[in-house]
């Protein structure tokens, strides 16, 4: 009886690739996601630390996706968001790309540009252009 090395097991395998063949394959192109720029973040950011200064809000997230970036806003750690900012540069020449939704989904206020767009969360904020 003879035995078999780990080589020998080795050789023994098969590799089976189940997409297309590769010679034939495109080199893809990485998805395009959309982030919020260091100026919107800049914004964002500001009135989220007065927020949390003053003990309303706790948490939030951030998701960029394909067509949209959110910026979700949290009283506590479990719960559904208190407000949702969105960028959808999609909408950009028709209602305006920033949104700000509520928690039952509802939009407070859409519009072309982010600052104007926020005060509807903190409408002591003075815009400076």
Known sequence: ??????????????LVHAGEPL??????????IVAFDRKELALILSLYGRKVGQGE?????????RERAVFSVYARV???PLFIIEKT???RNRQGQYAVTNQQ??????????GLVLRV???QLAVVG
């Not at 509802?106 to 982010?114: A, M, Q």
């Open 105 to 114: 989904g509802r939009i407070l206020k859409r519009g072309h540009e982010l």
């Open 23 to 32: 010679a034939s394959a495109a080199p893809a192109k990485p998805p395009v």
């Open 57 to 65: 809000w706790r948490d939030y997230a951030m998701d960029f996706l």
């Open 121 to 123: 969360l903190d409408p």
């Open 89 to 91: 540069p999609k909408l």
């Open 1 to 14: 009886m003879q035995s078999r090395t780990p080589i020998d097991k080795a050789v023994s395998l098969s």
């Open 78 to 80: 479990s719960e559904r």
